[in-house]
C-alpha cells in the first residue's frame, strides 16, 4: 500500500463543521481529493454555498447552529439520510468572541464563547458517536494554541479556557470510546490566515496586555509568516486517515514553534 492509498478516504463520509470558510473550509476542500463525500456544515448558507460549489465534489449542505442541540441533532440526521454512513468528524467551527478584561466580560459574551467553541464540539460528537460506532470511525477537533500553551493573550479568557476544555473533552472521549475502535485527537493551530480574527471584538486589552515584544516576529520557523488554512488542512487528513490509526487523545501543535516563544 502507497502512501497515497493510505492517505485516502474513498467510500468514506464525513462532517464537517464551520465549513464555510478557513480552516473548514479547507479541510472540506482536501477531503474531496482524498475521496470523501463531505457535510458542510455551518450557520452562513451562502458560504456553505459557495464552498460546494468551489470544491466540486459529492457534498451536502447543512445549516445549523452547533450550540443547538436541536440543530445539531437534526442536521447529522440529514447527513445520514444523504450519504447512509458517517467515518471522519471534524469539530472545527469556533469564534474569537469577545477579547477583554475579566471585570468588564459579560456573562451573556463568556456564555457565546463557549457555547459555541465547547458546547458545539460536545453536541456534534453527542450526535455523531452512535453512526461512529457503526464504522469504527474517528473525531478530529479543532482546538488552538490559547489555553494550551500560550496564555499571554490577556483578554482571550473564555477563548482560552474554550480552547483548553476542547482537550480534555478530547482526551477524556478517547478513552471512552476506544472500546468502539473510535479515535479521538486534537488540533493546537497557531495564528492561521483565516477571517477569524477579523471577526473578533477587542475591548480595553491596552488595561491587561502584558509588555511583551518580540522583534523577531512571533512565529520563528518561518520568520513571522503566519501558516495557511491549507497547512492545518492537511495535518487534518492525516489523523482521518489510516496512516494515524494508532494515534488517539493526543492533541498536535501546527504553528511554527510559535507557542514555544509566546508561552
Not at 472521549?173 to 483565516?194: F, K, M, W
Not at 492525516?238 to 507557542?259: K, M, P
Amino acid at each position: 500500500m502507497d502512501l497515497t492509498d493510505i492517505l485516502s478516504l474513498q467510500g468514506r463520509v464525513a462532517l464537517i463543521t464551520g465549513a464555510g470558510s478557513g480552516i473548514g473550509k479547507s479541510t472540506a476542500e482536501v477531503f474531496i481529493r482524498a475521496g470523501a463525500k463531505v457535510g458542510l456544515l455551518g450557520t452562513n448558507i451562502e458560504e456553505l454555498q459557495a464552498t460546494q460549489q468551489e470544491i466540486q465534489g459529492e457534498t451536502c449542505v447543512l445549516q445549523a447552529d452547533v450550540s443547538s442541540p436541536t440543530d445539531m441533532e437534526r442536521a447529522i440526521a440529514q447527513l445520514i439520510e444523504k450519504f447512509g454512513r458517517l467515518d471522519v468528524v471534524v469539530a472545527n467551527a469556533g469564534i474569537n468572541g469577545v477579547w477583554a478584561p475579566l471585570e468588564s466580560l459579560e456573562p451573556a459574551e463568556w456564555n457565546q464563547t463557549i457555547g459555541v467553541n465547547l458546547t458545539g464540539a460536545f453536541l456534534t460528537m453527542k450526535y455523531a458517536v452512535p453512526h461512529l460506532r457503526e464504522t469504527r470511525g474517528n473525531v478530529i477537533i479543532n482546538a488552538s494554541i490559547n489555553g494550551t500553551r500560550v496564555f499571554s493573550n490577556c483578554g482571550a479568557t473564555a477563548y482560552a479556557c474554550s480552547k483548553a476544555a476542547q482537550v480534555a473533552l478530547g482526551k477524556m472521549a478517547a478513552l471512552e470510546l476506544s472500546r468502539y475502535g473510535i479515535r479521538v485527537n486534537i488540533v493546537c493551530p497557531g495564528s492561521i490566515d483565516t477571517p477569524i480574527h477579523g471577526k473578533t471584538e477587542q475591548r480595553d486589552l491596552d488595561t491587561v496586555s502584558a509588555p511583551v515584544e518580540y522583534p523577531e516576529g512571533t512565529v520563528p520557523l518561518t520568520h513571522g509568516k503566519v501558516a495557511l488554512p491549507i497547512e492545518v488542512a492537511r495535518l487534518i487528513l492525516f489523523l482521518a486517515s489510516r496512516a494515524a490509526r494508532h494515534i488517539t487523545g493526543t492533541e498536535i501543535w501546527i504553528d511554527g514553534g510559535e507557542s514555544l516563544l509566546m508561552g
